[in-house]
């Protein structure tokens, strides 16, 4: 009987894993609607922007460096499935400074373009260091981009969205949302709030046809991936190489597809796959399907995790007695 069982859990749990973290259902359609993408000069963003334009959509990137909006645009316009049809076009915009701004900004785009339809927070950045190394300009500059622009972009196009009955909103946060890691004391708080943000919204906006989605990206080969390197700690350097680097194109497509689809969750790979299982809580879930993987995963996750926290703390110990050796050698 144990033979037995030690045969049908493992293939229960594979089957169970690709029907939550492949099988989509029904999509929706983005054909000819609009859709806003902050942070969509480089990285994610960009590549979001770009499988928008590959689906018919009218596409409005927004960053704050004027020139490499306008080479983001020219590739997002050869993108284009119907170029003589489609509109795209960019705004520069500081998303995080001011909400009447980007209140109004958003209100003469959506004049000018068209409703907006999907929304996609890509807009972020990240500064490491340990909690005592961490400036205080540093900490305010990660909440204003990485929680207050979305926030603000979001808060904006709910109302329209809610009188038209039909919108998505992804906002895009990080792996770091669902655990504490060394040397992000500071970023990780901005992406845990962007979980809190997506949970209420999503409370709050199902009953108008309005999906939300939450972004969980790991470790991204993007321009914002190569300027947080410089500011990490070892030990925050040796703990990121036990995952591995994935390419922002892999993320976008996921997050565009889990969108369509009005997943909550949209994660790459299996570490992403066992966080949110572990994670779960109270958080939405969209099928039947999803909440019995969850709930039969959980355990066997928990102890995976604990290998993986093991590992950390010995890295972070290993680091401490690197450095208390070389201190004695001077």
């Known amino acids: 009987m144990l033979n037995v069982a030690l045969i049908i859990i493992p293939i229960l749990i594979v089957a169970l894993f690709v029907r939550y973290y492949f099988w989509r259902g029904r999509l929706k359609n983005v054909n000819n609607k609009h859709v806003v993408v902050t942070g969509g000069s480089s990285g994610i963003g960009k590549c979001v922007a770009i499988l928008a334009a590959k689906h018919g959509a009218h596409v409005t990137i927004i960053a704050r460096d004027t020139q490499k909006l306008e080479v983001a645009r020219n590739e997002i316009i050869r993108a284009c499935k119907n170029k003589n049809v489609q509109k795209v076009e960019y705004l520069s915009l500081d998303i995080g400074e001011d909400y009447d701004a980007v209140e109004k900004a958003l209100n003469d785009l959506e004049r000018t373009m068209g409703p907006i339809y999907m929304l996609v927070n890509c807009a972020g950045t990240a500064i490491c260091g340990k909690i005592e190394d ?8 990660m909440i204003d981009i990485n929680f207050l622009g979305s926030y603000y972009c979001t808060k904006a196009v709910t109302p329209r969205m809610k009188a038209s009955q039909e919108g ?3 906002l895009t946060s990080s792996q770091a949302a669902l655990l504490g890691i060394f040397g992000y004391s500071a970023y990780c708080s901005t992406k845990f709030a962007l979980r809190g943000l997506a949970e209420s919204i999503s409370m709050e906006l199902s009953p108008y046809n309005i999906s939300v989605t939450l972004c969980l990206p790991p470790d991204t080969d993007t321009p914002g991936f190569a300027i947080e390197e410089l500011s990490k700690p070892l030990e925050t350097k040796l703990i990121s190489q036990t995952a591995s680097l994935v390419s922002p194109e892999v993320v976008a497509d996921k ?6 689809a009005g997943k909550f969750f949209s994660t790459v790979g299996i570490e992403g796959f066992m966080l949110t299982v572990l994670c779960a809580g109270m958080s939405p879930f969209n099928s039947i ?28 110990q290993n680091c401490m007695k690197m450095r208390d050796k070389n201190k004695k050698s001077e």
């Open 255 to 260: 997050l565009f597809k889990d969108a369509l």
């Open 168 to 170: 998505i909103i992804i």
């Open 134 to 141: 961490t400036s205080v300009a540093d900490l305010k500059k």
């Open 289 to 316: 399907m999803e909440l019995l993987s969850q709930s039969m995963l959980v355990g066997l996750f928990r102890l995976a995790s604990a290998w993986y926290l093991v590992n950390f703390k010995k890295i972070i």
